[in-house]
């Protein structure tokens, strides 16, 4: 899953969510050295990830994608999902989205010298150009996808994929609505599991 599921997905704690955030600019054992919370949300990351990819309805989403993107579809998928998450907000939180992020991203800026320094220079785009927020229109994905093609030096084609996400839409929704139901029961008993087991 993409930013903002991650984010969500650690429940009230603000530490966890920053984990959950920066997890993947954090190596191997190399989450040990922060604070518990921090620590909780970057092994919950780990889990959502490790589930995510084995997941039937996504490999059915990933494999629309696999001829025209290959090893990307999966990367692909994970923007999409997050799409109709910010879509379907309303359904998943009572919080508006736009006050949601922008709590996510004060945060942020709260605890900057917490951040990797991957994460601290991806910070003041990803709040500039209010990605968590634009994640809701098609023209947001667009935009992602378009930066996603051009750190890959245009080798993935991902900047193409909105053709997909038209033309598969209802799939494509119907499959994260179904496989989030899912992630969301696994998430908040991984939590559980992390938080008793994580010294």
Avoid at 11 to 36: C, H, L, S, T
Avoid at 41 to 69: E, W
Avoid at 153 to 170: C, F
């Amino acid at each position: 899953m993409n930013f903002l599921a991650h984010i969500y997905l650690s429940g009230d704690n603000e530490m966890i969510a920053i984990g959950n955030f920066i997890a993947d600019g954090v190596r191997g054992k190399q989450y040990k050295k922060f604070q518990k919370d921090i620590k909780t949300g970057i092994l919950l990351h780990r889990q959502i990830d490790t589930f995510t990819d084995a997941h039937p309805i996504v490999r059915q989403s990933t494999k629309r994608l696999h001829k025209n993107y290959s090893h990307y579809s999966g990367v692909i998928v994970d923007i999409l999902y997050d799409h109709f998450l910010a879509k379907n907000w309303k359904s998943y939180s009572d919080i508006p989205l736009d006050i949601y992020v922008n709590k996510f991203y004060d945060s942020l800026e709260t605890n900057f010298e917490l951040l990797p320094a991957r994460t601290q220079k991806l910070m003041p785009y990803m709040i500039a150009d209010n990605w968590l927020l634009n994640y809701a229109s098609i023209d947001g994905i667009q935009r992602v996808l378009n930066g996603m093609n051009r750190r890959t030096k245009n080798v993935s084609g991902m900047n193409e994929a909105t053709k997909e996400l038209v033309e598969y839409y209802n799939e494509f929704e119907s499959e994260f609505i179904q496989f989030f139901e899912e992630l969301r029961a696994f998430s908040k008993l991984k939590l559980i599991e992390i938080e008793s087991t994580n010294p």
